[in-house]
Nanobody
């Protein structure tokens, strides 16, 4: 099992930027596909981005393409979500998730390990 802890959330004005971090302990992230999900108030949790353990390719949901960048630093055992041009509709709790040797999946059920989440609030 890998333990995940997110940080970096906060309150930001529309158009601003934030960088979320997800630090792992217990196992190396090098063999994990790492994903970001978010859950807005009253809505189901949705896929945001995934970074593949083998190819290093990254995939995004359409609503964040061109604004968000997911990356990883295996030496630091940490993944990041850089969020630019934030919009009020990006307001949500953001979670990182890990799937050992995982294939690309947009479904939360594919990921076995989850952090506790970090709140991002974007004001208009």
């Amino acid at each position: 099992q890998v333990q995940l802890v997110e940080s970096g959330g906060g309150l930001v004005q529309a158009g601003g930027s934030l960088r979320l971090s997800c630090a792992a302990s217990g196992r190396s992230l090098g063999l994990y596909t790492m994903a970001w999900f978010r859950q807005a108030p009253g809505k189901e949790r949705e896929f945001v981005a995934a970074n593949m353990w083998n190819s290093g390719n990254t995939y995004y949901t359409d609503s964040v393409k061109g604004r968000f960048t997911a990356s990883r630093d295996n030496a630091k055992n940490t993944v990041y979500l850089h969020m630019n041009s934030l919009k009020p509709e990006d307001t949500a709790i953001y979670y990182c998730a890990a799937d050992l040797y995982g294939s690309l999946s947009y479904q939360e059920s594919a990921y076995d390990n989850w952090g506790q989440g970090t709140q991002v609030t974007v004001s208009s």
